[in-house]
């Protein structure tokens, strides 16, 4: 395991329009003590209503911190025992949505390479993109996977029937630029896969004493139902499933880049808890 990143090599940026709509003005949401920037400082979008960290780490600090990550460090029996259970089941959950039967499937975000070890077991041909050296090489070394360090990075001309983003929008630095980019690796037509720590429920992440689960200096934006769906139709994507999942607090949003899939549940039309 690796050491903590030491305050000193901790560097930030202050954002002076929001990163989704490039409004100048903001608002004061909350503020809560942090390991690595001290504290928190969440501001809320007069233009678009999305909430961000401002300021953040920057992009360099984020890989330094994502590397001394332990979320994932689990001995070598749990570690099998999610693969072949809460990950199977969610490859499962996530099969049926994918028009295709070619079964590419891209997870952006793999950290140490689970979901993709789950989904190779049942026959999908798999790819991860993974900021982190550290969690990117356990995935290799482990698994045999093919994990690049960036999207640009993937071989030309990739195409993929699904793409995960498994707890990974909310660390990205440009939301809908991002969500862009990853979109033009799917196959037509393709299925985004996306959840998120839902932060209408940050109350009860607190109630539940997992406020770390939401609050910490790694996500720099903080989606409701409504900002995470705005910010996937800013980038030219369709919604074709929506669950605000009140057990484990999470939204999880399935999208197509076709308008042909038809809808595997309605989309709710409000976003309240």
Known sequence: M????????????TLHVCPVCAASTASPVMHAADGFLGELSLVRCAGCGIVYLNPRLAPESTTRVEDDSTVYD??????????????????????????????RMLDVGCNRGLLLEAARRQGWQVTGVELSPVAAQHA??????????????????????LITLWHVLEHVHAPVEFLRTVAGYLANP???????????????????????????????????????????????LHPIYFEQDRTNLWLTLLLTNSRTIALRRRIAARFGR
């Open 2 to 13: 690796s050491s903590p990143t030491p305050a000193a090599e901790i560097m930030t940026e």
């Open 74 to 103: 689990y001995d070598a029996a749990a570690t099998e025992q999610m693969i072949d259970t809460s990950w199977a089941e969610l490859v499962k959950w996530l099969t049926p949505s994918v028009p295709s039967s070619q079964r």
């Open 190 to 236: 393709g299925v985004l896969a996306i959840q998120v720590p839902d932060f209408g429920a940050v109350d009860e992440y607190r109630v539940r004493g997992a406020e770390s689960g939401i609050l910490c200096a790694v996500h720099n934006f903080y989606f409701t139902g409504e900002s995470l769906l705005n910010v996937a139709r800013q980038a030219g």
């Open 140 to 161: 290799r070394t482990a698994y045999g996977l093919s994990v690049y360090p960036s999207l640009a990075a993937l071989p030309a001309g990739s195409k993929f029937d």
